[in-house]
């Protein structure tokens, strides 16, 4: 059965500074992995998306990387500002249909 | 141009009542989703329809039934409603068959009072 782990479950760092999250996954047989960002009170929002066959995917500040032999996924957020401040999930997919979640990391970026 | 939309975003309710969250999505996808998401912020997959029918039907109580009218809609009813069914219900939509990305909608507060 398919574990997803995200450590540590909360950050704080001060602005400008870069930063990495982790997200384990006890199976390697994944279709995909998602970053998500939450905000209070709010939606998700998909960063990135990883899909099996790929090692990292980049979007602007973010860059996530997949090893799937060891069950590993790490989101690195470049030059961190306040904005930046959210809740962070991850999600493996594996299959076409079932995601199964991390509990997140909560991020605070202090001006 | 919102591309995942539910509504309403909050309910406040009395128990034993019924109400409906209703989701939309305009992205073309085919699978559509809805998530409960309780006090400790975890994320529970309910249901998942693929092209109206379903595919996905975790552990839910029978008060909880989907219908999904085209592939572009999946409503949810809840009925009889109990104090353990206040959450943030969050409706997404993929399309598994290309990157399978899951796109969400911004949640449906439901106080059960």
């Known amino acids: 059965k398919q574990e997803v782990t995200q450590i540590p479950a909360a950050l704080s760092v001060p602005e400008g500074e870069n930063l990495v999250l982790n997200c384990s996954f006890t199976d390697s047989a994944i279709y995909n992995l998602q970053w998500f960002r939450q905000d209070p009170g709010k939606g998700l929002t998909s960063l990135l998306l990883i899909q099996s066959s790929q090692r990292e995917q980049t979007s602007g500040r973010l860059n996530a990387s997949l090893d799937k032999s060891s069950g590993r996924s790490t989101l690195y957020i470049a030059a961190s500002q306040p904005g930046d401040s959210a809740t962070y999930l991850c999600a493996v997919s594996n299959s076409n249909y079932q995601l199964i979640w991390g509990a997140g990391t909560k991020l605070i970026i202090k001006p | 141009d919102t591309a995942v939309s539910q509504t309403p975003k909050y309910l406040v309710t009395q128990m034993g009542n019924d109400k409906s969250i209703k989701c939309e999505q305009n992205?073309?996808?085919?699978?559509m989703y809805w998530y409960k998401q309780d006090s400790k912020k975890f994320l529970k997959i309910m249901f998942s329809?693929?092209?109206?029918?379903?595919?996905i039907n975790e552990t839910v109580p029978n008060r909880f039934s989907p219908k999904s009218p085209d592939k572009a809609h999946l409503n949810l009813h809840i009925n009889s409603l109990e104090l353990g069914d206040s959450a943030v219900y969050f409706c997404?939509?993929?399309?598994?068959?290309?990157?399978?990305?899951?796109?969400f909608g911004e949640g449906s507060r439901l106080t059960v009072l």
């Open positions: 997404a939509s993929s399309q598994p068959d290309r990157s399978g990305e899951l796109f």
């Open positions: 992205l073309g996808h085919d699978t």
């Open positions: 329809y693929n092209n109206k029918e379903l595919i």
